[in-house]
């Protein structure tokens, strides 16, 4: 049966094709994976012109992979890159959650 | 053709910014209207935002036009924490104040000073911040010619 949303047992199947590894500080921390989308973003705009050209960072994971209580500003590494957690969105049938980050500078 | 009372005061605020600037204080620009890379901030945009003008009588030569005119200059920076954007934004600030305060820019102006200034922040890919100082200059013009001051 086709369902509108992917269920959480075909996750891992589709975090294979493009998923990188995202690790959540903790101890021990917990590692994932993840699929990173880098999404040009116009901000703090004047005028409606002038601002600057930043980037949402979105990385989908698995909801269930994801440590219980994790808050926002949170750091984990994800392919590699430190970062911090700006948001938590879940998805469709809450099995995907959308991570919201910045760089850690 | 003589450029307006305004358009020199315009120029005279960048070349004030511009005039030998503190380090890490960047080379303002003339009305950006093209997003900056993260790789350029921090970065100082000047422009014109708004004049309101009234006809006065007592000109010394001929009836003039007093105008008070709003320059806004708008800082952006990125900064990775609030207190950071804070250290970072204010040395701008100060520079930017210090050069256009009470400026009269070569006898063009009778007065400037800073009359609205408003933070936005947005978080993305890094955190950023804009400054916009609304400065607030007064001028005259001769009513028939905004290329001459009273």
């Known amino acids: 049966m086709l369902t509108g949303f992917y269920g959480d047992a075909d996750i891992p199947a589709m975090m294979a094709d493009f998923g990188v590894a995202v690790v959540i500080a903790g101890s021990p921390p917990t590692t994932t994976v993840g699929i990173v989308d880098y999404i040009g973003k116009d901000v703090l705009l004047s005028q409606g012109v002038s601002g600057v050209s930043g980037t949402e960072i979105v990385v989908t994971v698995q909801t269930s992979k994801l440590p219980a209580n994790l808050k926002n500003k949170h750091l984990l590494t994800v392919d590699g890159v430190s970062m911090r957690l700006r948001d938590q969105n879940q998805e469709g049938d809450g099995a995907l959650t959308k991570l919201l980050c910045e760089r850690v500078i | ?150």
């Open chain 2, 1 to 150: 053709m003589t450029a307006s009372v305004r358009s020199q005061i315009v120029s005279a605020a960048i070349a004030a910014i511009n005039a030998s600037p503190p380090v890490g204080v960047p080379t303002a620009d003339d009305t950006r209207l093209e997003s900056y890379t993260a790789g350029e901030l921090p970065a100082i945009s000047v422009f014109e935002i708004r004049e309101e003008a009234e006809t006065e009588k007592e000109g010394r030569w001929s009836y003039f036009v007093k105008r008070t005119f709003t320059l806004r200059v708008e800082v952006r920076i990125a900064a990775t924490v609030a207190l950071a954007a804070r250290a970072t934004m204010d040395p701008l600030y100060v520079w930017i104040g210090q050069q256009l305060g009470g400026a009269q820019f070569g006898g063009l102006a009778e007065d400037c000073y800073e009359a609205l200034l408003e933070w936005q922040y947005a978080a993305e890919d890094q955190p950023y911040t804009l400054l916009q100082i609304d400065f607030r200059v007064l001028y005259s013009t001769i009513k028939t010619d905004p290329t001459r001051t009273q």
